[in-house]
Nanobody, 127 residues
Framework: QVHLVESGGGLVQSGGSLRLSCAAS????????IGWFRQAPGKGRERIAC????????FYADSVKNRFTISRNFPENTVYLQMNSLQPEDTAVYYC????????????????????WGQGTQVTVSA
C-alpha cells in the first residue's frame, strides 16, 4: 500500500525558508518518482518540482527555479523540498505525489501517476 505523509509547513515571513518532507516506504520511493505540487486558494494545481527515484534527475517549474530544491534522503526514506526566498505568492497547500519524470526530446516532463497523494501541508508566507 502506498502512503505519503507530508510535513513541515507553517507560517513564515517573506524572504524566509521552510523545508517540507514527504515520507514514504522504501519500496514506494524506489518504485516511483516523486513530485511536489501546490494549490493556492482559487487557483489550479501547479506542478513545482519532481525527482527521479534514483535521486539523480530533478525538474523545477520556472516559478520556483533557483529558490526551491528537491532531494531524496535514502536512509530516511524521505523526499525533501527546501524552499528559500519565499514570497507571498508561494502561499498554498503543498502536496507530494507519486509521479513520473521522463526526458523527451531533450526536455523533462513530470506528471503525477497512479493517484497517490499525501494529505497536504499548508504554507503561508506573510508580506
Amino acid at each position: 500500500q502506498v502512503h505519503l505523509v507530508e510535513s513541515g509547513g507553517g507560517l513564515v515571513q517573506s524572504g524566509g525558508s521552510l523545508r517540507l518532507s514527504c515520507a514514504a516506504s522504501r519500496d514506494t520511493l524506489d518504485y516511483y518518482d516523486i513530485g511536489w505540487f501546490r494549490q493556492a486558494p482559487g487557483k489550479g494545481r501547479e506542478r513545482i518540482a519532481c525527482i527521479k527515484n534514483s535521486g539523480d534527475t530533478t525538474f523545477y517549474a520556472d516559478s520556483v527555479k533557483n529558490r526551491f530544491t528537491i532531494s531524496r534522503n535514502f536512509p530516511e526514506n524521505t523526499v525533501y523540498l527546501q524552499m528559500n526566498s519565499l514570497q507571498p505568492e508561494d502561499t498554498a497547500v503543498y502536496y507530494c505525489a507519486t509521479s513520473s519524470l521522463e526526458r523527451y526530446g531533450g526536455r523533462l516532463y513530470c506528471t503525477d501517476v497512479d493517484n497517490y497523494w499525501g494529505q497536504g501541508t499548508q504554507v503561508t508566507v506573510s508580506a
